[in-house]
């Protein structure tokens, strides 16, 4: 398969995309960054699947929950 369109013509995405395919990863993040944001990210993960952590919803284009600009008492829960 061959596809002939310029690179500076494609989508964001299809850019990066084509950059790895072509073997320039300096817009890609390492094995090591990716390991380390799965380690950050997945204990609010944990928490928000076993509710520990209420999602709010809230309408597209709004500027987000109605209680954003609360305070919180209480530290965020940890997930072991």
């Known amino acids: 398969m061959e596809a002939s369109l310029p690179a500076n013509e494609l989508p964001a995405y299809s850019y990066v995309l084509h950059q790895v395919i072509e073997g320039d990863d300096s817009l890609s993040i390492s094995a090591e960054e990716a390991e ?10 944990t928490a928000w699947e076993r509710q520990m952590v209420p999602l709010q919803d809230y309408a597209a284009g709004s500027s987000g929950p109605a209680d954003r600009f609360e305070t919180r008492e209480q530290d965020p829960p940890t997930a072991p």
């Open 36 to 45: 380390l944001s799965w380690q950050i990210v997945t204990p609010y993960l």
